[in-house]
């Protein structure tokens, strides 16, 4: 399917894949009482397969996602435990489904199994930051420069064990969250990040700005597209999130899921003019040198530079993010007619830009 969807240059669509590269190894966690893990491409060779078949066609780019999805020290305990929060698992074969796991279990660089979440103490974070990266580049050859933080849940103490391992941008939701409370909420510290900000240690921030999880019902194609369109509206990269679980659950909710995000492609090829794909890295790249051509560090492949906005674009995009981030001087604007002449600049410059 990204296959059939062309940008300006040529590229078809290029999904960011983030890699989770092991699951439990629940039979040598049963047997020898420590935590024990399955490796993607000694374990699941026709998974690490596909990837890899997908990667040479350039419709995905690997991305650092975590060694696991989980806390391993936590989940073995509490299945030495015999915890019910892990019965669907101890009760299924080859079991690697962390999507079903309760939501705090989830975490990797926090404890989860008792709220409030407590941090992985840094010894434990730089252990598994330094086998994650030196397993992903045995993998795929190269080593990941972006990563995201499963559940979004990291810190400067993550941060600074990415930068160690040379990772130069950081995909987020907008925000980053460093632990649960005791109820169950996300710590949001900082609560507001936007593209192109930077961490402590210099490294990129991205923000994934379109939510398309059909399974959940409630972020469907409809929604996504508008969320596209306030993202172009400002000259914004278009970053959508989808998850695994929108494609793993029944035959027809992952032929729906997969013909809703054929659909929402369409619709943004189609409704905004002179759309270029790339993947995270290849944004995080653009952020830093615009004058940069896309080359993908994987296959090797290289595509034109991006055409940044200028002039009127450039202009009208400020205004746009001044109205969706400072809704108090859009009113003003109303109030005092300054947005007639602002909504010309704006119209004029998606027109010509």
């Known amino acids: 399917?990204?296959?059939?969807?062309?940008?300006?240059?040529?590229?078809?669509?290029?999904?960011?894949a983030d890699m989770v590269l092991a699951?439990?190894?629940?039979?040598?966690?049963?047997?020898?009482?420590?935590?024990?893990?399955?490796?993607?491409?000694?374990?699941?060779?026709?998974?690490?397969?596909?990837?890899?078949?997908?990667?040479?066609?350039?419709?995905?780019?690997?991305?650092?996602?975590?060694?696991?999805?989980?806390?391993?020290?936590?989940?073995?305990?509490?299945?030495?435990?015999?915890?019910?929060?892990?019965?669907?698992?101890?009760?299924?074969?080859?079991?690697?489904?962390?999507?079903?796991?309760?939501?705090?279990?989830?975490?990797?660089?926090?404890d989860g199994s008792a709220l409030p979440t407590s941090p992985v103490d840094s010894a434990e974070a730089q252990n598994i930051i330094e086998l994650a990266a030196a397993s992903f580049q045995r993998m795929f050859g190269v080593p990941s420069v972006s990563t995201v933080a499963p559940c979004y849940l990291w810190s400067d103490n993550i941060e600074a064990h990415w930068s160690k391992q040379n990772i130069i941008a950081i995909q987020t939701a907008g925000y980053r969250c460093t632990g649960r409370d005791q109820s169950g909420h996300y710590r949001q510290d900082p609560p507001i990040i936007r593209v192109g900000n930077k961490s402590r240690f210099g490294q990129t921030y991205l923000v994934r700005n379109v939510m398309y999880e059909p399974v959940d019902g409630k972020n469907t194609v409809a929604s996504a597209i508008a969320e596209a369109e306030i993202a172009y509206l400002q000259a914004a990269p278009i970053s959508i999130s989808t998850h695994r679980y929108n494609f793993t659950r029944s035959e027809t909710e992952c032929s729906n899921a997969i013909a809703g995000l054929d659909r929402l492609i369409?619709?943004?090829?189609?409704?905004?003019?002179?759309v270029r794909f790339l993947?995270?890295?290849?944004?995080?790249?653009?952020?830093?040198?615009?004058?940069?051509?896309?080359?993908?560090?994987?296959?090797?492949?290289?595509?034109?530079?991006?055409?940044?906005a200028r002039g009127q674009r450039k202009l009208g995009a400020f205004l746009y993010r001044l109205y969706y981030r400072h809704r108090k001087l859009a009113l003003i604007g109303y109030m005092t007619g300054l947005c007639l002449p602002a909504w010309i600049i704006c119209k004029t410059g998606i027109k010509n830009g």
Do not use: C
């Open 23 to 110: 699951v439990p190894d629940l039979e040598r966690i049963a047997s020898e009482g420590e935590y024990r893990r399955k490796m993607l491409d000694a374990d699941f060779p026709a998974i690490y397969q596909t990837l890899k078949d997908g990667i040479a066609r350039d419709i995905l780019t690997p991305q650092l996602h975590g060694l696991e999805h989980l806390n391993g020290a936590a989940f073995a305990r509490l299945y030495r435990q015999d915890d019910p929060r892990l019965a669907a698992a101890k009760a299924t074969a080859d079991w690697s489904d962390w999507e079903s796991l309760d939501s705090p279990l989830q975490g990797h660089y926090v």
């Open 1 to 16: 399917m990204l296959a059939r969807h062309r940008d300006t240059a040529g590229r078809n669509a290029v999904l960011t």
């Open 266 to 274: 369409s619709a943004i090829t189609d409704s905004f003019p002179r």
């Open 279 to 308: 993947s995270s890295a290849e944004l995080a790249g653009t952020l830093s040198d615009q004058s940069l051509e896309m080359i993908n560090r994987f296959n090797g492949k290289r595509w034109p530079a991006l055409n940044p």
